[in-house]
């Protein structure tokens, strides 16, 4: 029997992507291929603030679909089973909810989930409400290497967890991915509290978000086991990830590479995990894809594993703006950090501390 075909829309093509980078990367233009090469979907609509932006795409990817300016128009006119949300995130909340309450059956949307912490779980709320599926683009859970670690860890061949570090740029931007990847690893735990500390001296934006220098954080699960990110160039730990277990140590170095310190008497070797033929953003589209083929199958980059990821992101801002440590839920619906640098406690427009 010939497979069914969805009809897919985006909302925010970008401009087009000249140079990659932390402002008009042009996601889209990665959405689309992606379930394009698929061969299930047919892109019916796309909308974007920007005229030339959505003319420009479709003119690049050799493709006609309705064009709108304004979201809710399209939603109320087209039949959308899919669609991709690929704009800042300051925006992600308002579309992915608007995109719930229209009845959308499958919104997949880019990372991070919203710019506060009240945006987040408002978008899960309404997306729950409406029975829709809503997942993040927190793609490298489709990295073969993320899949290969995970199946090392539920082997026990380090033993038990007991500690995960990372490194990466920021919190947030980046910080999302390694959240959302160390929840990957510990089955999806729910965390217990966190405690951070950020530094901020610059003006740092990422796709619209204000970002720190510097930051460092440290959470634990409630199954016991410790997470640490530290996050900026001077803070680096010599490695991607570090996995530490009873009995055994795994570094990750990279997407494609890893290597295993074990009790158990195996050489520290480096071993490379190739991706196969199809990316990690391939493999996503056919994950989001197979929500609507088979139903209960639900993505694991879904909003109920992505919201841990901005809850851990989010607490760690408040435990600065706080000073102290963060036991989970989070109250503090708004973005702590936004909070401190308006207030001048951080930031290029710091305060001078009286003498
Ligand atoms: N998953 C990843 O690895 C990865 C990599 C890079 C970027 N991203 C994420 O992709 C997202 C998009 O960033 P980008 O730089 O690709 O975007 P972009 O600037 O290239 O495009 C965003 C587009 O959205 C449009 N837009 C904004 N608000 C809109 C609205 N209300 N309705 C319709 N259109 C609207 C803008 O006009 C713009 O054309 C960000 O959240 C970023 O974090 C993810």
């Known amino acids: 029997m010939p497979q069914k075909i969805y009809n897919y829309a985006i909302i925010g093509t970008g401009p087009l992507r000249e140079k990659p980078g932390p402002t008009?990367?042009?996601?889209?233009?990665?959405?689309?291929?992606?379930?394009?090469?698929?061969?299930?979907?047919?892109?019916?609509?796309?909308a974007d603030l920007e005229p030339e932006h959505s003319a420009a795409f479709l003119k690049n990817h050799n493709q006609t679909?309705?064009?709108?300016?304004?979201?809710?128009?399209?939603?109320?006119?087209?039949?959308?089973?899919?669609?991709?949300?690929?704009?800042?995130?300051?925006?992600?909340?308002?579309?992915?909810?608007?995109?719930?309450?229209?009845?959308?059956?499958?919104?997949?949307?880019?990372?991070?989930?919203?710019?506060?912490?009240?945006?987040?779980?408002?978008?899960?709320?309404?997306?729950?409400?409406?029975?829709?599926?809503?997942?993040?683009?927190?793609?490298?859970?489709?990295?073969?290497?993320?899949?290969h670690i995970k199946g090392l860890l539920?082997?026990?061949?380090?033993?038990?967890?007991?500690?995960?570090?990372?490194?990466?740029?920021?919190?947030?931007?980046?910080?999302?991915?390694?959240?959302?990847?160390?929840?990957y690893y510990n089955n999806e735990c729910d965390v217990e509290w966190v405690i951070g500390q950020i530094e901020s001296h610059t003006e740092h934006r990422i796709f619209g978000q204000r970002h720190e220098n510097q930051g460092m954080v440290a959470y634990r699960w409630k199954n016991g086991v410790m997470g640490v990110l530290l996050t900026g160039a001077p803070s680096s730990i010599g490695c991607a990830q570090r996995i530490i277990g009873q009995d055994g140590i795994i570094e990750v170095l990279n997407e494609r590479k890893y290597r295993l310190f074990s009790s158990k008497g195996n050489?520290?070797?480096?071993v490379e995990i190739p991706q196969g033929d199809l990316s990690d953003h391939q493999l996503t589209a056919l994950d989001v894809i197979k929500q609507l083929d088979e139903p209960g199958h639900v993505s694991f980059l879904n909003a109920t594993?992505?919201?841990?990821?901005?809850?851990?992101?989010?607490?760690a801002y408040y435990s600065s703006l706080h000073r102290g440590?963060?036991?989970?839920?989070?109250s503090y619906?708004?973005?702590?950090?936004?909070?401190?640098?308006?207030?001048?406690?951080?930031?290029?427009?710091?305060?001078?501390?009286?003498?």
């Open 65 to 147: 679909a309705v064009t709108y300016t304004d979201y809710q128009k399209m939603l109320q006119q087209q039949q959308i089973d899919i669609v991709s949300i690929c704009t800042w995130p300051d925006a992600h909340s308002e579309l992915a909810i608007g995109c719930a309450k229209a009845g959308i059956k499958v919104i997949h949307s880019e990372k991070p989930m919203s710019d506060t912490w009240n945006g987040a779980k408002l978008m899960k709320a309404a997306a729950d409400e409406a029975g829709v599926l809503l997942s993040f683009n927190h793609q490298r859970r489709h990295i073969k290497l993320f899949q």
């Open 267 to 270: 050489p520290a070797e480096e």
């Open 305 to 315: 594993n992505a919201i841990r990821a901005a809850e851990v992101g989010f607490a």
């Open 154 to 183: 539920d082997s026990g061949v380090i033993g038990k967890l007991v500690q995960i570090e990372a490194h990466c740029p920021n919190l947030y931007d980046w910080g999302t991915h390694w959240f959302d990847m160390l929840q």
């Open 24 to 46: 008009g990367y042009g996601m889209a233009n990665t959405h689309w291929p992606a379930f394009s090469s698929s061969g299930r979907v047919n892109l019916v609509a796309i």
């Open 325 to 330: 440590r963060i036991d989970l839920p989070l």
């Open 333 to 355: 619906g708004g973005n702590a950090f936004a909070t401190m640098l308006d207030r001048g406690d951080m930031g290029p427009n710091r305060k001078a501390l009286e003498e």
